[in-house]
Nanobody, 117 residues
């Protein structure tokens, strides 16, 4: 059974930091591109960052220079370090595992991030 379990969300003041983690089970982690997406109320789910199997990283323009994605293939985990958080970063953050060149992908249940003073 495939599971992606996110953790590390919470409430933080503007300018603060959080580190999200996603633990994967049931998949050969090292062959999946791993990503973080987010969905704010009333908005569509959007890409935040993706790290491919070869280490190539893509960021949304809105988070460049503030967020950092990384992966640990041995631990089967992907991380998202979020610095200089802004109120507009408030959303549910989802972990995604995507098998390139196929339609196979999996989602976590999401973790809430709230940035507010």
């Amino acid at each position: 059974q495939v599971q992606l379990v996110e953790s590390g969300g919470g409430s933080v003041q503007p300018g603060g930091s959080l580190r999200l983690s996603c633990a994967a089970t049931g998949i050969p982690f090292n062959i999946y591109d791993m990503g973080w997406y987010r969905q704010a109320p009333g908005s569509q789910r959007e890409l935040v960052a993706v790290i491919a199997t070869d280490g190539t990283i893509t960021y949304a323009d809105s988070v460049k220079g503030r967020f950092a994605i990384s992966r640990d293939n041995a631990e089967k985990k992907v991380y998202l370090r979020m610095n200089s958080l802004k109120p507009e970063d408030t959303a549910v953050y989802y972990c995604n595992a995507d098998l390139d060149l196929t339609t196979i992908q999996y989602w976590g249940q999401g973790t809430q991030v709230t940035v507010s003073s």
